[in-house]
């Protein structure tokens, strides 16, 4: 079935184009459910629930872009709205520090790209969790996600920030990447420690 005829058979409430659509985009959304969700339980309820508003809007969808980063933008916004209704967001954010931390740019777009390193990233905790999903996977910008949360811009960066740091860390526990020499210690090193 193509995706065309997957749209027309759903803007007419058929079953079938119901399931084919819901077969065919399901288990990239689940992923993308899992990353935003506490547990698998929370991030099948948030893809049933982003379905549901797929099958009750699709009738919005204006072939203006891809039809898969629609229903993604649906899943996505069904997930934050999940996260705050149940108020976990802000249950686990802490910005303690976060000014002071010293990042690794180069480290970060390998690393949020490797599928290995998903697991790790739901370590974090939700708030920081869900700005690094947001800005980094998601391609939203601050100020975009301090309207989806409504926080400060300068709250979403500094949660990215922190976000960073703590995903660093626990990859380095993990041995999943290794630590880069500290350029100043090599300085000292190449100076002879003067």
């Known amino acids: 079935m193509t995706e065309e005829a997957i749209l027309q058979g759903c803007l007419q409430n058929h079953a079938a184009s119901q399931r084919e659509l819901y ?18 339980e929370d991030a099948e309820d948030m893809l049933q629930e982003g379905f549901i508003k797929v ?50 740019e180069e480290l970060v777009p390998s690393i949020v790209q490797a ?20 800005y980094a996977i998601e391609g939203y910008s601050h100020k975009e ?18 976000a960073k740091q703590m995903l660093e860390d626990i990859l380095l526990r993990k041995k999943i990447i290794q630590k880069q020499p500290d350029k100043s210690s090599w300085f000292k090193i190449a100076a002879g420690d003067r």
């Not at 599928?115 to 947001?134: D, F």
């Not at 996600?145 to 922190?162: F, P």
């Open 145 to 162: 996600i301090s309207d989806m949360l409504d926080i400060e811009e300068s709250t979403s960066r500094s949660q990215y920030t922190r």
């Open 115 to 134: 599928k290995q390193i998903v697991e790790c990233i739901r370590l974090l905790p939700m708030g920081y969790r869900t700005v690094l999903n947001l």
């Open 55 to 104: 099958f009750s809007q699709i009738h919005t969808f204006r072939n203006q872009g891809a039809f898969e980063g629609w229903i993604r933008r649906i899943v996505v916004h069904t997930c934050i709205n999940h996260l705050k209704k149940n108020k976990r967001f802000n249950e686990s954010v802490d910005l303690i520090h976060a000014n002071s931390l010293q990042i690794r």
């Open 23 to 40: 077969s065919r985009y399901s288990p990239k959304m689940l992923a993308v459910c899992y990353r935003f969700a506490h547990n698998r």
